[in-house]
Nanobody
Framework: QSQLVESGGGLVQPGGSLRLSCTASGVTLDWYAVTWFRQTPGKEREAVSCASPSGTWTGHADSVAGRFTTSRDNWKQTVYLQLDSLTPEDTGVYYC??????????????????WGQGTQVTVSS
């Protein structure tokens, strides 16, 4: 079964950092762009970042720009999302998903071919 797997979530204090990882089972991850989404309480699912298959292009939502950074290590078949300066509003479930490319309108859920199950991030003192 082809799927993505997220890890690295947890409980962190405001101002803290986490690094999320996205790996794959049955999927050659470096063939795909990888988008990170999050579902925060009371809000619609939001696309947070996208990394092109090579990793040479990345994009970040305005809500996280300057605080979150996506990167990838294709040798390790892993895509990362570094979360810094976390606030309670960043609390939610973070998902990675794979699509053919990021594109000008990256973050469309309908274009994702594979999804992970999500990892919980909780920011609280």
């Amino acid at each position: 079964q082809s799927q993505l797997v997220e890890s690295g979530g947890g409980l962190v204090q405001p101002g803290g950092s986490l690094r999320l990882s996205c790996t794959a089972s049955g999927v050659t991850l470096d063939w795909y762009a990888v988008t990170w989404f999050r579902q925060t309480p009371g809000k619609e699912r939001e696309a947070v970042s996208c990394a092109s298959p090579s990793g040479t292009w990345t994009g970040h939502a305005d809500s996280v720009a300057g605080r979150f950074t996506t990167s990838r290590d294709n040798w390790k078949q892993t895509v990362y999302l570094q979360l810094d300066s976390l606030t309670p509003e960043d609390t939610g479930v973070y998902y990675c998903a794979a699509s053919d490319l990021c594109g000008d309108n990256w973050g469309r859920a309908s274009e994702q071919k594979y999804w992970g199950q999500g990892t919980q991030v909780t920011v609280s003192s």
